[in-house]
């Protein structure tokens, strides 16, 4: 059981910037995936970006340039920086994790919530 809780959200105007966290505890399993996913009221729930444990990165087009998501493995903890944020960037964050393990579901945080405006 892994248990994982995004902390870093808040309220930031365009063009500004945030750092989220994803504490998880719990033993995790390695090889696995890290994603982070938003999801608003206007939007369905759309995977931002994503990072394995062979260091494989990939972003949503919309955020390509703008976020970077990283871990330390050390603290236990994945981040997603986020630079030059967007109205259309507010939504609630979510963490995800899957370990590559055969019938193993998935992951996910509580979410914190990202607001862009002025």
């Known amino acids: 059981h892994v248990q994982l809780v995004e902390s870093g959200g808040g309220l930031v105007q365009p063009g500004g910037s945030l750092r989220l966290s994803c504490a998880a505890s719990?033993?995790?399993?390695?090889?696995?995936?890290m994603r982070w996913y938003r999801q608003s009221p206007e939007k369905q729930r759309e995977m931002v970006a994503t990072?394995?444990?062979?260091?494989?990165?990939f972003y949503a087009d919309s955020v390509k340039g703008r976020f970077t998501i990283s871990r330390d493995n050390a603290k236990n903890t994945a981040y997603l920086q986020m630079n030059d944020l967007k109205p259309e960037d507010a939504a609630i964050y979510y963490c995800h994790l899957l370990e590559w393990l055969p019938g193993r579901s998935a992951d996910w945080g509580q979410g914190t919530q990202v607001t862009v405006s002025s």
């Open positions: 719990g033993s995790i399993f390695t090889p696995n995936t």
């Open positions: 990072h394995n444990t062979r260091a494989f990165t």
